[in-house]
């Protein structure tokens, strides 16, 4: 049909200042809601992803939305990237900068392997803080992140700049 991306930029609600005065918070529900919408953002994620593809890796929460029906799509794995104290078995940790405090992600050391061919699928691209953190989780056992593939990217906010300087440039988005 029209333009995908069109479609899918006109299911994207910007909410002004939430969860602060002075932000536009991107709300991906009415995308999710839509059917055909929700169909058409899982597509254009798989098709900016190279091949072949081992593992879609996903974190929590809403980039599980997207991970997962990719991983799918391509025939790949999934693998949960989750915050502290959630994951139930042996897990390595890599803790990140916020613009107040830090935060920190986990994922299973039984997730990947040497070698795997890993995308890294999220919903948005802010300042790349995530990212960052979760491509340390994937380094550290010996995986390749040969792409990081998102729905929407907040260009204003640098975060593809922020993950060039930690030799990270195979990102692409959707919007
Ligand atoms: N939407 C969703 N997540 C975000 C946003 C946004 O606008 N900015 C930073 N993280």
Do not use: C
Request: zero cysteines; a negative charge.
């Amino acid at each position: 049909g029209p333009d995908p991306v069109a479609r899918i930029e006109a299911l994207i609600r910007d909410v002004p200042d939430w969860p602060k005065p002075g932000v536009v918070f991107k709300d991906i529900t009415p995308l999710l809601a839509d059917a055909e919408g929700f169909r058409l953002a899982v597509d254009q994620i798989t098709a900016l992803a190279p091949t072949p593809i081992d593992i879609v890796v996903g974190m929590e929460a809403r980039g599980f939305l997207f991970a997962a029906p990719v991983a799918l799509s391509l025939g790949a794995g999934f693998v949960p990237v989750r915050k502290p104290g959630k994951l139930p078995s042996a897990s390595i940790e890599e803790s990140f900068a916020l613009e107040y405090g830090h935060a920190t992600l986990a994922m299973h050391t039984d997730a990947l392997w040497p070698g795997a061919r890993v995308l890294v699928v999220d919903d948005i691209l802010a300042t790349g803080g995530t990212v960052g953190a979760t491509a340390s989780l994937i380094k550290r056992q010996g995986a390749e992140l040969v792409h990081v593939a998102v729905l929407m990217e907040l260009g204003f906010l640098n975060g593809r700049e922020a993950l060039a300087q930690t030799g990270i440039d195979a990102v692409s988005a959707v919007v």
